[in-house]
């Protein structure tokens, strides 16, 4: 048997580790929209390198015009951001953090309900409930990558967008797209500069293709 304050001290535990839980799910969905995000950001480096390669092929002249050596010195910035990305990417295994985060999110839950179970019975057992605390804190700590900072603050705006109040809720939302929007620049700024280089190249190429220049 516990008492009422051990009771509180367990529920509030049991709470802690739901929002783990859900913070890890959050974390596993970005990790999962980055790996898609590098995918499409390698197949659109990959299209230019196609297509500037065929151009120069095609037109002879080309390759000698200061277009030409635009295009050139692009492509080869585009070589280089491939092939880092590419490296990144497999050193950073996203896909298997975003496995293993769902895995251990899953694994939480599973105690936490048999948590709950233990904290609605007749009688709670405090060595179960603890023993339940220790299998949590297993849990978290055979992952190596935990969730940062700005999980916790992204969780907390979900959680805001479930309250009552249209204004409350409207508030919330446009904060989590902030969020999303600012963590998306400061991660992604690098890969947007390459695309907007890339995009010049694809420009000069237009160009040449229509007989402008």
């Known amino acids: 048997m516990i008492n ?8 509030k535990t049991k709470g802690k580790m739901e929002k783990t839980a859900y913070i890890r799910f ?6 999962d929209r980055y790996e898609k995000g590098s995918v499409i950001f390698s197949a659109l480096l990959s299209v230019y390198l196609i297509c500037s390669s065929v151009a ?3 037109n002879g ?3 000698s015009s200061a277009d030409g050596h635009a295009v050139t010195l692009i492509g080869i910035i585009a070589s280089v951001s491939l092939l880092v990305v590419n490296l990144l990417d497999n050193a950073e295994g996203r896909a298997l953090h975003a496995r293993e985060m769902r895995e251990s999110a899953q694994k939480i839950l599973e105690i936490v309900s048999r948590m709950d ?12 409930l603890k023993g339940f605390v220790g299998e949590y804190h297993s849990a978290i700590e055979r992952q190596g990558q935990n969730h940062q900072a700005w ?3 992204l969780y907390e705006t979900l959680e805001g967008m479930r309250r009552d109040g249209f204004f409350s809720r409207l508030w919330f939302y446009f904060w989590h797209k902030y969020l999303w929007s600012k963590r998306l ?3 992604w700024w690098l890969y947007l500069l390459i695309l907007g280089i890339c995009a010049i190249g694809f420009y000069f190429l237009f160009l040449r293709a229509i007989g402008y220049s």
């Open 4 to 11: 009422e304050s051990e009771k509180n001290h367990f529920f």
């Open 26 to 31: 959050n974390l596993a969905e970005r990790m």
């Open 56 to 58: 120069l092929f095609a």
């Open 61 to 63: 002249n080309l390759a």
């Open 117 to 128: 179970c233990e904290l609605v019975s007749s009688a709670p057992d405090s060595d179960n």
């Open 151 to 153: 999980d916790n603050e």
């Open 185 to 187: 620049l400061l991660d």
